[in-house]
Every structure is written in C-alpha cells, then in structure tokens.
C-alpha cells in the first residue's frame, strides 16, 4: 500500500524557506541552512547529495529516493529548477498548478494537475507499492485538508530562521492529529515522522 | 551557574496557543490540547498536575518545578490567572510588561520588570544555582533578540492546530542556532532540548 509522505527540511522556527525565495534565489537568504545536513544547494542533485551520506542521515536520504513518484508544488519545482525535469531515477513528477504548463514543464516525467486530490491518485497510481515523496508547503497544506497525506517527515534542523516561508501557514482551523512514528537524530539534523490520523 | 530555560507545549505546527486566547479563554479555542501531556488546564495547579505524572513527563514537570524563579509576559500571566500569585514553591515571578502593574499583580511574589534583560538577570540573582522558568511567546522572543535566554525545551504536541498564536512570530531577521542537547519521547509529547548558541 503506497503513502503519499512529506518530506520537508524545517527551522525549529517552522520555516522551511527564508526570506525572497524563488527562482534565481532557490529557497531563499540564508535557506540554504536548512540543507546543511545533506550538502547541497537548492538546486543541487538529490543523488549527488545521497552519494557522501552515511548513517541516519543516508539512510533517510536513501528512503525518499526509493519512493516511485513525486508530487509538487508549483513554487518548489520552480525554485528548484525543476530538478531538470528529473527528481530522482526518472519517476513521474505531479506538480500541482493551476496555470498553464509553460515551456519549462515540458519535460517527459512532468505532468501538471491542478488538484491536490487527483495528483496524489494519480502519483499513487504511477508508484505501484513505492510511497509518493510529497514536497513543498502549499502542496503539504493543501493534501492535508483534503485529507490525502499520510505521513510527515519533518527534518528538523537546529536554528531559528525568524523569517521566511512556513511549512504551516494559512491553514484552517480545526486540529489534525498526528501519531508520532519514529524520532531520531543525525548530525546537524533531529528526523520527527508522524501519521496523519484522518478524522473517522 | 543558572540558565534561563523556556519550557513551552508546542504544536508541530509551532502554536503554543489556540485563536482568542485571553482571561477567561485560558490559552484558546483548543489550546488546552497542548497542555493534555501533563493533564491541567490552563489555570490548574502545576503542583497538581506533577503529582499524576510517571516516567519521562513526570521527570520534566519536576524539572521545571525545581527552577528557582519565573519570567513570564504579561499575557501568558493574565491567561493564567497569575497562577493565584504563586506558580510553584512561591518562587519569585518577574512579569515583563510596560504597563503600570494593576491590583492582579500585588501579589507577594510578583514583581513587574519593563525590560527583558532586567528580568532574566533579577531571576538569576533570585533564582542562586538553580535555573530561570522562561514562559510565554512574547517574553521568548525578547530574550532571544535580546540574548538572555540559555536554552529551549519545547515540549512538541502530535498536533496541528491550525491556527492560534505561534511562539516565534515577528522574530527579527538573522540566524540563531541551536545547540540539541537531548530529544525524547513521552506518553503524547516530545521533549526537545536545545542550547541556545549566542552569536559570537
């Protein structure tokens, strides 16, 4: 049974971003703290970064690129470059827009859907039984209130940014639960998962 | 050598307190979910509360009830009531508020300070060898800006609620890191401690 599960890199201060984050600028001033821990820029390759890894912090690398589809926000891929069209090992990449494709979502592996609900089926589908990495804020905000993420991975990484974007912001009142699955610690980074427990 | 700790109940969504939180409303609309760990509302006795505790949760409420003195907002003490003028052991508490103090705080043990570095250095001095209870949003993010407070303990709730009042808001632009010194779990709650690594 494939899971669709967030991983994010987040300040104890809960941004995820700093400030004037885009693209040309990646994840913001001074964001780049926030990928300490695996050694690479915003627009640096995940396989590059996996590759001097060792321990926890490999293991969790190595965890998110086995997973079989990525769904995305429009901002994050953007600030991202895309990834060059390929996240990881080629799988189908499910960016959540609502504008028109434009020439930089032409990759093959790119497809653009403009709800939350029909990419996380649709990612799920293109996984088979590997999880869908899910990444960005609004994209982690929005599956969640349509109750289509399962679980978070939150790298929690030791400073406080003060300012920049929040991996929570703007999202409606009402609480979600959330069961704590496994919490540990590599260097420069404290690795918290929680299941999402769906209202019944 | 005393260290100014903040000890606060957190979301993972990084509220501290629920919308509409005031006297009369304790910390929120749902704010008292952050406070189940240790099984007291708002205004409930924090001697009362240790007593029912075992194991990890009851090892942190001791801690903080073996503090020396408190530092607490203006609001944090209102939407408690004041704690009936004795928040534990009849520790000195320093309010920090500009305003003239009105008849809530003619308590024995209460003395409004104006200034947040004021207040954490007549805490030490109150406090001896033992550490400083830092409480409150407002007077955390004082003393970090201001460079006074030694360390967090966040005690994170499996939660997201949402919307409230978050404990690090219009913070000031500028990295602070933090040194984790430990992480672990108890029964609803996760302990996660940091040193607060003044800027050279």
Chains 1, 2 share one sequence.
Not at 127 to 139: E, F, K, N, P, S
Not at 147 to 167: A, F, K, N, S, Y
Not at 177 to 199: D, I, K
Request: charged content about 20%; glycine content about 14%; hydrophobic content about 40%.
């Amino acid at each position: 049974m494939s899971n669709s599960v967030l991983y994010m890199s987040m300040s104890v201060d809960g941004f995820i971003a700093g400030p004037n984050d885009g693209p040309g600028n990646g994840i913001g001033d001074g964001g780049d703290r926030l990928h300490e821990w695996f050694g690479m820029d915003a627009e640096g390759s995940h396989l590059d970064a996996a590759a001097h890894l060792s321990g926890v912090n490999r293991d969790v690398m190595d965890e998110a690129l086995a997973t079989g589809a990525v769904v995305t926000g429009r901002r994050t891929f953007a600030n991202a470059g895309g990834w060059g069209g390929d996240h990881h090992d080629g799988v189908p990449i499910f960016v959540l827009t609502r504008r028109q494709p434009d020439a930089t979502l032409q990759w093959p592996a790119v497809t653009c859907v403009s709800d939350v609900k029909d990419a996380v089926r649709m990612a799920k589908e293109a996984a088979g039984d590997r999880d869908v990495l899910v990444h960005g804020a609004v994209t982690a905000q929005l599956a969640l209130t349509a109750g289509v993420l399962d679980e978070l991975h939150i790298h929690l990484v030791p400073v406080l940014l003060g300012q920049g974007r929040r991996l929570f912001e703007d999202m409606p009142p009402g609480h979600i639960e959330l069961e704590p699955t496994r919490a540990f610690s590599g260097p420069g980074v404290q690795h918290l998962r929680y299941r999402v427990r769906q209202a019944g």
